[in-house]
């Protein structure tokens, strides 16, 4: 039977797998102290807790990783997340700046009913309303045909907004000012050395955009 795990638990499990994904290296428990906004005791804690549950493998002086039990975990966690966001933005009509914070929440619900007929209720999507992929049941996701920053584009290259690397309210209504939003179409126009900003074209319309905000948006030529 599987194990209950609790909701810091799940948190922490969840946190590991983004960390590893980002640089596909063992993570440290001060990396995950500041992803976790806690104290690097209660991270050693906590690690020492899901080792002994077999859902993490730690080697000193270097960091920890999920074991395939704990990727398991991770991804049924991002799961739902996912689900939940889209189900909120798409239902319910929230804001996708509105919906994390919500989901959560509800990421920890533990029907596997649930979450599967939740999954079938919005036609199995393979992509959350901020672009990030979302597990299927079985663990598996769906991997983008080639993508790139926007900021990585040259001159008259034409792309489609696919998703985004800051998924913060702040940025994302950021976005929704300038009528950003996946399946936006952008032309490069003109890029500024001095400060690598860049002016793109959507809906007829130039728009200026920072190296910041460039760089966070994911996009694919067409």
């Not at 590991?16 to 993570?27: G, M, R």
């Not at 179409?185 to 460039?214: C, G, H, P, W, Y």
Request: overall charge negative; aromatic content about 8%; proline content about 2%.
């Amino acid at each position: 039977m599987e194990e209950i795990l609790t909701q810091s638990e799940e948190n922490y499990i969840k946190a590991i797998f983004s960390l590893y994904q980002q640089t596909n290296a063992p993570v440290s428990t001060n990396d995950l102290a500041e992803r976790m906004e806690t104290k690097a005791s209660s991270v050693t804690d906590m690690v020492r807790r899901l080792s002994e549950k077999s859902l993490l493998l730690y080697t000193k002086y270097k960091g920890c990783e999920l074991t395939k039990e704990g990727e398991r975990t991770a991804l049924k966690t991002i799961r739902k997340h996912r689900l939940w966001e889209t189900f909120l933005v798409e239902k319910l009509k929230f804001g996708w700046d509105e919906v994390h914070d919500i989901a959560e929440q509800l990421e920890h619900i533990r029907s596997v009913k649930l979450t599967d007929q939740l999954d079938a209720f919005l036609d199995f999507p393979k992509f959350d309303p901020h672009g990030d992929a979302i597990p299927d049941k079985n663990g598996e996701i769906v991997q983008r045909e080639k993508s790139c920053k926007l900021s990585d584009l040259e001159l008259e290259s034409e792309a489609i907004v696919i998703g985004v690397a800051d998924g913060s309210p702040s940025f994302l209504r950021y976005l929704d000012k300038h009528q950003i939003t996946l399946g936006t179409k952008l032309v490069i126009k003109e890029r500024f050395e001095f400060d690598d900003s860049m002016e793109v074209e959507l809906n007829d319309t130039i728009l200026s955009l920072s190296s910041a905000a460039s760089s966070k948006i994911t996009v694919q030529l067409v």
